[in-house]
Each structure stands twice: as C-alpha cells, then as structure tokens.
C-alpha cells in the first residue's frame, strides 16, 4: 500500500478530522466533586458548573463532564472546600490597654463563584483581601474586652463576634466564613510577669476581703448565739430560783475544788454557808 500516496488523496480530510478532534478535546471539561467551575465567555460569566449548595450527596452535585466553546469561553476553577486565611501574628491593644500578640486564622468556602469572579478572580485573592479585614474586625472586638476575659469562657462569644464581623465582608467576595480561631494570644515579653503580679495581688486583695466578711459573719451569729443562750437561761432559771441557785453553787464548786494544776485549798467550817448544798440534800 503506498502511503504516501493514500496521504495525498485524504490530506485534507485527515486534516478536518484531526482540527475536529482537537476542538471536540478543547469543548470537553472535567469538573471533579471538589471544584466548581465558572465559564466565562467573552469575560462575562456566564454558567457556573457543580455549583456549592449545602447538604447535597457527592454524585448529585453536577460533577463530571461538561462542554464548552473553545476559544469563546473560558473556564475558572473554584475549590469547594473549606479554605483558610492566616493572619500575621500582630499587637493587639486590650480595654485595659494590653498590649497582645495575637495569632489568628479563619476558615472560608466560595458560596456565589459567579460574586467571586467579579469581585476577585480567584480564591487566592479572596484570602488576601480577606487578611487585613480579619485583622481590623479581630483589634475591635479585642479592643473592648480584658486580657484576662480570653482565658474565660468570653473568649467564645468574642470569636462569634470577630466571625460574624469577618463574615459579612466576606459575603461581598462571594465567600461565607466558617470559623474564626486565636492560636495564641500573648503578652510581650517582660509583660506576662507583670499582668502575672497583678492577677496574684487582686486575688490575694479579694481573699482578704472575703476572710474579713467571714469573721464579721461569725462574730454576730456568735454574738446572736449568745444573746439566745443568756434568754434562754434566764427563762429557764426565772421558772425555778432555786435550781438557779443550786446550779449557780454546783458551778462554784467546780472551778474551786477540782483537781489538776493551780489547785486551790480552801479550810472552812462546816457551818459555812459556802457549804450549804452539802448539808443534806
């Protein structure tokens, strides 16, 4: 068979068929589950292929094949993930004028790829117009609260406060912030021993207030309980005089003829009224 010469009869449709495979590869996009893809024809946006929409099962999202027209349009890839933004470690000045070194990051998702091909071009942009936004909303809502207010459950509700901040900026880039974290949140050094020495003196100030109010509180229930046990002997003892005479001598006796050290000899007659309740009763 002369090849050559089959060339030269079927040059041209040869030709057709390979531009015609060429242009059917270049139409032909692959879109995974991760990825959401905006065609843009023109440079206008134009359709966007396995769009983000929550809570829909992998293989139902639009993934797979798609086609386009070459030359015409063509296509950005967004992630779908979940992606994240770091912000440089910085101070950060407390309500009680603090200085704090903060780390901090956020977690975003692309949810309106056609916003963020207007607005940015691309996630990389997103998350670099993200950053000084991040650290402007993070040195407000740390500028009202204490330094002490992060190590409680406060720091919580200020994180709620810094992602809904962040968040609705994000929103003009097309994008939903997740989360807002602090990695660390630090005193500069030299100042930790300080803040350390100021914490240690309130509480000690604070036990010492509370001690104070425990021994007022114990000296007027003592006293009340006094007060009561002087009432009720003397109802007691007004109801029978003479068992408060008896009781008042058995007392006396006690303390003047009991053993032990300092013991007191005392010589008597027996006729002494002293002695009276031992006169045979």
């Known amino acids: 068979m002369d090849f050559a010469r089959l060339w030269e009869d079927h040059k041209a449709s040869l030709i057709a068929l390979g531009i015609a495979l060429a242009a059917l590869m270049s139409s032909i996009i692959v879109v995974p589950e991760t990825e959401q893809a905006v065609v843009v024809r023109l440079g206008e946006p134009n359709r966007v292929i396995n769009k983000f929409r929550p809570n829909v099962d992998f293989g139902q999202t639009g993934a797979g094949l798609s086609l386009r027209i070459p030359i015409l349009e063509r296509v950005v890839r967004i992630d779908k993930r979940v992606l994240a933004v770091d912000m440089e470690r910085q101070q950060v000045l407390s309500s009680e004028q603090q200085r704090l070194e903060v780390d901090a990051y956020a977690r975003f998702r692309v949810i309106d790829p056609v916003k963020m091909v207007r607005t940015a071009g691309t996630t990389d942009r997103v998350a670099e117009q993200l950053q000084p936004i ?103 003892f007004g109801k029978d005089p003479s068992f408060y005479d008896f009781y008042r001598a058995m007392q006396s006796y006690d303390r003047t003829f009991s053993d032990g050290p300092g013991a007191t000899t005392i010589l008597l007659s027996p006729d002494n009224d002293y002695l009276r309740e031992f006169k045979g009763h």
Do not use: C, H, W
């Open 134 to 236: 991040l650290s402007s909303v993070l040195r407000q809502e740390l500028g009202k609260r204490t330094f002490q207010s992060l190590l409680t459950a406060d720091r919580g509700l200020a994180m709620k406060q810094i992602r809904a901040g962040l968040d609705r900026e994000a929103r003009e880039y097309g994008a939903q912030v997740i989360d807002v974290r602090i990695k660390r949140a630090d005193l500069p050094e030299g100042a930790l021993e300080s803040a350390f020495a100021r914490m240690e003196a309130a509480r000690n100030q604070e036990a010492v207030t509370i001690e104070a109010q425990g021994q007022k509180q114990a000296q007027i229930i003592q006293a009340q309980a006094q007060a009561d046990a002087a009432r009720i002997y003397a109802d007691a």
